[in-house]
């Protein structure tokens, strides 16, 4: 099995900026897909985006496209995602998730999943 532990998230002004991390136990990190989900308050999780086993490709949904960035240091067994010129509408528990190889873009099929880091950007 895979533990995920978010950490990073945290209170922010419109326009500002967080680095959420994802910390993975266990031996076979880089061979998960690593997704990044959120869920506002009152509202379904949605999927934000996807990073490649190795990094080499990302994929990010239209509404933050630009702004978040993914990334992943399978040496430290981590997953970054990069938020900027945040959005009151950004507010949201903010989720890891891991999969076996599939394509970034497809949103279903994690079966791992962190606990969760909370953001919260005030306008």
């Known amino acids: 099995q895979v533990q995920l532990v978010e950490s990073g998230g945290g209170l922010v002004h419109t326009g500002g900026s967080l680095r959420l991390s994802c910390a993975a136990s266990g031996r076979f990190f880089s061979a998960y897909i690593m997704g990044w989900f959120r869920q506002a308050p009152g509202k379904e999780r949605e999927f934000v985006g996807a990073i490649s086993t190795d990094g080499s490709g990302t994929y990010t949904v239209d509404s933050v496209k630009g702004r978040f960035t993914i990334s992943r240091d399978n040496a430290k067994n981590s997953v970054f995602l990069q938020l900027t010129s945040l959005r009151p509408e950004d507010t949201a528990v903010y989720y890891c998730?891991?999969?076996?190889?599939?394509?970034?873009?497809?949103?279903?099929?994690?079966?791992?999943w962190g606990q969760g880091t909370r953001v919260t950007v005030s306008s």
């Open positions: 998730a891991a999969r076996s190889g599939s394509s970034i873009r497809t949103p279903t099929g994690y079966t791992y």
